[in-house]
């Protein structure tokens, strides 16, 4: 059965709890028949907000809400699981899209209706920070590689929608993120880190789209049909991520030679085709080590590593702490 909720629901027999730690932070919690939820926000200088959703559903929900019509800006990281949203009829958005695990993203939809679709017995985490175009105009100085989007929001911050998927989350972002969901300190100090960690995040973002802009436009030099080849290569690796094909098999079997996958990988995507698969493979044991009681052993094995040892030590250098560590979190 799917459960459908609204922003103004009357949650009835649910059972709903708000603490108000202080004037700017709090704690909404929900706990149903059919799962739990819970959203702990943070008021930061220069309108910035942060917010730390968790949730997790026995049954299929969708959740309808309704943005108001100010220019905010919404950069969401997903830390595991992820949701399924459709936005009927509006101009320059996709009628339907995926936000998933270890993606980052960037959106402005104004005046927007729109159904998130969350699966069942899946955990999802996000962190999330709302700010607006003229946070950008408080920093002296010019920006250099800013995407074009931002550029036209900063100068002029009308009603403008999109949504900008931004590839993976870097090991940079998942250290910031680390240590937002552990921040050490209480009140005034609380308050003062999490600005500077919600920052630094912004700023990792921003740049990523800035590189991802200058990275498309360097992969120009490749004709459309070998731009499709890649994507097709890309479609590959996900189906056949426990064993995927070797670099000469897999050019040949999108009819490109090694050295054009190699390069086109790169500039297309950011980065190399083995690094991609290495990324997929931590990605998804990041979500077997939340969402089963596999051994941390047949995890790596299950992802295509045979070595648990070397499985761990490229876990902490992607993630910044141990699959251990990662199973036994200290935030939420």
């Known amino acids: 059965m799917t459960i459908r909720l609204t922003g103004t629901e009357?949650?009835?027999?649910?059972?709903?709890?708000?603490q108000l730690f202080n004037d700017y932070e709090g704690k909404e919690q929900l706990s149903t028949w059919f799962g739990k939820y819970s959203f702990h926000w943070?008021?930061?200088?220069?309108?910035?907000?942060?917010?730390?959703h968790n949730n997790e559903y026995s049954q299929p929900v969708i959740f309808e809400q309704k943005h108001d019509d100010s220019p905010l800006l919404t950069s969401k990281f997903f830390l595991s699981s992820g949701v399924r949203t459709v936005t009927p009829n509006v101009?320059?958005?996709s009628d339907d899209y995926e936000e998933v695990a270890g993606y980052n993203y960037l959106f402005c939809l104004p005046d927007v209706?729109?159904?998130e679709h969350f699966n069942a017995n899946k955990r999802t985490e996000c962190i999330s920070i709302y700010w607006y175009p003229d946070l950008l105009d408080s920093f002296q100085g010019s920006f250099e590689q800013l995407p074009t989007l931002l550029e036209q929001l900063r100068e002029n911050p009308i009603k403008e929608r999109f949504h900008q998927p931004l590839e993976a989350t870097t090991p940079a972002m998942w250290l910031v993120l680390k240590q937002i969901l552990q921040c050490p300190f209480r009140e005034k100090l609380r308050q003062m880190y999490l600005e500077a960690k919600v920052l630094e995040l912004l700023t990792l973002q921003i740049a990523q789209w800035g590189e991802n802009h200058h990275l498309l436009q360097r992969s120009l030099y490749f004709r459309a049909d070998e731009i499709e080849r890649l994507h097709h290569a890309k479609a590959i690796l996900n189906q056949r991520l426990p064993h995927p094909p070797s670099l000469l098999n897999l050019a040949k079997e999108i009819g490109l030679n090694d050295f054009k996958l190699k390069r086109g990988f790169r500039e297309v995507f950011g980065t190399t085709v083995l690094g991609y698969v290495q990324s997929l493979r931590l990605e998804q044991a990041k979500q077997l080590l939340r969402g089963t009681n596999l051994l941390i052993a047949q995890i790596a094995y299950q992802v295509g590593y045979e070595s648990t040892s070397h499985f761990s030590y490229l876990f902490k250098r992607q993630f910044g702490m141990t699959p251990r560590e990662y199973r036994q979190p200290k935030g939420l």
């Open 91 to 93: 101009p320059g958005v």
């Open 113 to 115: 209706r729109e159904f």
């Open 10 to 18: 009357d949650f009835g027999e649910f059972c709903q709890d708000v």
């Open 42 to 52: 943070t008021g930061l200088r220069h309108n910035l907000g942060l917010g730390i």
